[in-house]
């Protein structure tokens, strides 16, 4: 379901499952049926090591930016390949590409609590992005944010999808985010996909359940709140 090039949106509220397709993509988590394929490749099914090195081909932007308190911009990016045990040169030459490429340059040598909020959210994205990956994963990037800073991160992911030859999937709830940054939008409840649809034809949808969704707090959503109740009484 998710379009390579594009930037998908996952949506669904508390409980739906969002968290836990997450954990199937990243291969912390095993499905009980069904198959979950990452670059065609059925997860299930890979011995570890072929696992980790699938893992290199995507990375991850954390909710909080989860970056590493006592390092600096510069060493939390280049923190991955460290770990993935590149050459000394290798390490220096794209840590200071990207910190260039996502204009981090003045702050390289900041540690985290000297960074504003958008700062560290910047040097997550650079962290995730240094190892070159196919295949972005955003953890509800905007929770708990305020609208300014929500609009810069949306922002943010739209010019990194244009900087770069990836593909994104994020994962949130929050409606006015996911319109403003998605190709396309899927709806999950239940464990399942409801729709997977443009923006535009998402708003179109018929199914009760996601227009009370996408419609929250409207009287559109109120309306289609009526009509599951109705269906389930």
Do not use: C, W
């Not at 379901?1 to 930037?7: A, H, L, M, Q």
């Not at 059925?42 to 932007?61: A, T």
């Not at 923190?79 to 996502?102: C, G, N, Q």
Request: aromatic share 4%; net charge negative.
């Amino acid at each position: 379901i998710v379009p390579k090039g594009r930037i998908t949106v996952l949506i669904g509220g508390s409980g739906s499952g969002k968290s836990v397709i997450m954990k199937h993509i990243i291969g912390l988590m095993q499905p009980d049926e069904g198959t979950v394929k990452v670059f065609g490749k059925d997860l299930k099914q890979l011995p570890s090591d072929e696992l980790l090195k699938l893992r290199e081909r995507f990375g991850m932007v954390f909710q909080g930016a989860a970056l590493l308190d006592a390092l600096t911009a510069a060493q939390n990016i280049a923190f991955p390949l460290i770990e993935h045990r590149f050459p000394k040169a290798d390490v220096k030459a794209r840590t200071d590409e990207i910190l260039e490429a996502l204009k981090l340059t003045e702050i390289r040598d900041r540690l985290p609590n000297e960074m504003s909020n958008g700062q560290r959210k910047r040097v997550g994205l650079a962290r995730a992005m240094v190892t070159r990956p196919e295949l972005i994963i955003y953890d509800e990037p905007t929770t708990g944010q305020d609208p300014v800073l929500t609009r810069y991160l949306d922002d943010m992911i739209v010019e990194a999808q244009e900087m770069f030859p990836i593909t994104s999937l994020v994962v949130s709830h929050d409606m006015p985010s996911a319109f403003r940054v998605a190709d396309q939008i899927a709806m999950l409840a239940d464990g399942r996909i409801l729709a997977a649809e443009t923006p535009e034809r998402l708003l179109q949808a018929e199914d009760p359940m996601v227009r009370r969704f996408i419609y929250a707090g409207t009287p559109e959503g109120e309306r289609a709140a009526r009509e599951l109740a109705a269906s389930d009484g």
